[in-house]
């Protein structure tokens, strides 16, 4: 992988922050009817359409997609990869909290109930254990918000529970299990900047990896919830860039100016992909931090064609896995440990 710079990561994790910053930026691309809820409504906000001097002034409900519902996933898929090759105990803890180990000595490791202090997915995403510790994560995230109108981005449907008949009564009584939703529909667009901070190398290829690979977000993820992340570039830099919401307005407006906006009708994908690989150098040229490195358009495509690669090789990625576990467990006895020392 000779594409991205790997010299601007810093070659160990440093105690305090600087100034090590990788950005993802990416347009997350609804698959089929997730559900990004709280309390059984899907979660808007009103905020203007645009960041022109005519779009500003016209206030839309878009959609929004928490920033856990975006990174929950992501490290859960990371987490999987550490239990299914053997970094991290398939076993659930027994809640005592004096075993720390199983049989064969790989560390107890569950989320949110008792995290295993020294892993990548603890280093990088961060964990609060009460007395027991805490890590503050490394990777940044935020509010992302739909391209397109909560009007033209839902629709509601009804659900029902069957009985084993297939019919919706039995013995001659109806079953009143039907329910209506809103579900967001396919093809909608949450324009996003995922940030990473101070984070070596392998770390970020293991964060980097977890995008990539999840495929299921917001609830209900086993019926539904198809999303397709499409990167758009990564910008190397000595701060944060541009927010969510200013990315989604400007990408808004360069859609707009090219009638690339047909509502109802979706925006198409490559459409607004290329806009925002228009937009991307724009909006980072007005952040007034130092780029690096902005990798996006053939170069990115080399990239991320490589790390795909090695990431469906076994052996290629239990070598990434380990090379971010050598760095996270590093970083946890140089800082964290008290006295202990983790294993592997």
């Known amino acids: 992988m000779t594409t991205l710079n790997t010299s601007q990561f810093p070659a160990q994790v440093p105690p305090k922050p600087s100034g090590h910053y990788a950005h993802i930026v990416m347009l997350r691309v609804t698959d089929s009817y997730p559900l990004f809820q709280t309390d059984g409504e899907l979660n808007t906000a009103r905020i203007s359409a645009g960041a022109n001097e005519q779009s500003s002034k016209e206030i839309i409900t878009r959609l929004t997609m928490f920033k856990r519902k975006q990174t929950t996933p992501e490290r859960l898929?990371?987490?999987?990869?550490?239990?299914?090759?053997?970094f991290i105990s398939p076993e659930s803890v027994d809640g005592s909290g004096k075993e720390t180990e199983d049989a064969d000595g790989l560390p107890f490791d569950e989320y949110n109930v008792a995290f295993c202090q020294w892993t990548p997915d603890a280093i990088s995403y961060g964990y609060a254990i009460g007395d027991s510790g805490s890590e503050r994560s490394k990777v940044l995230s935020d509010t992302c918000y739909s391209l397109t109108p909560y009007d033209d981005s839902h629709e509601a449907f009804t659900l029902n529970a069957p009985y084993e008949s297939g019919t919706m009564s039995q013995?001659?009584?109806?079953?009143?299990?039907?329910?209506?939703?809103?579900?967001?529909?396919p093809q909608v667009i949450f324009p996003s900047v995922l940030t990473t901070r101070d984070l070596t190398w392998p770390l970020f290829r293991y964060?980097?990896?977890?995008?990539?690979?999840?495929?299921?977000?917001?609830?209900?993820?086993?019926?539904?919830?198809r999303v397709d992340n499409r990167i758009i570039g990564i910008v190397l830099a000595d701060g944060e860039i541009f927010s969510n919401l200013k990315f989604t307005q400007r990408l808004y407006d360069a859609l707009a100016s090219q009638e690339a906006i047909n509502l109802p009708d979706p925006v198409d994908v490559a459409a607004?992909?290329?806009?925002?690989?228009?937009?991307?150098?724009?909006?980072?040229?007005?952040?007034g931090v130092v780029v690096s490195q902005l990798l996006t358009g053939d170069d990115l495509a080399d990239?991320?064609?490589?790390?795909?690669?090695?990431?469906?090789?076994?052996?290629?990625?239990?070598?990434?896995?380990?090379?971010?576990?050598?760095?996270?467990?590093?970083?946890?006895?140089?800082?964290?440990?008290?006295?202990?020392?983790?294993?592997?």
Not at 77 to 86: C, D
Not at 171 to 185: A, K
């Open 77 to 86: 898929v990371g987490r999987e990869l550490l239990r299914r090759y053997g």
């Open 171 to 185: 013995r001659g009584q109806v079953t009143s299990r039907i329910n209506e939703q809103d579900h967001i529909r």
């Open 207 to 225: 964060v980097l990896n977890n995008v990539l690979r999840t495929r299921r977000y917001g609830a209900q993820t086993t019926r539904t919830g």
């Open 272 to 287: 607004a992909s290329a806009a925002a690989r228009t937009v991307l150098p724009q909006l980072v040229g007005e952040d």
């Open 303 to 344: 990239f991320l064609q490589d790390l795909q690669r090695e990431a469906s090789d076994e052996a290629s990625l239990k070598g990434l896995l380990q090379a971010a576990w050598n760095d996270s467990e590093s970083y946890h006895e140089a800082w964290l440990a008290k006295g202990k020392k983790g294993k592997r």
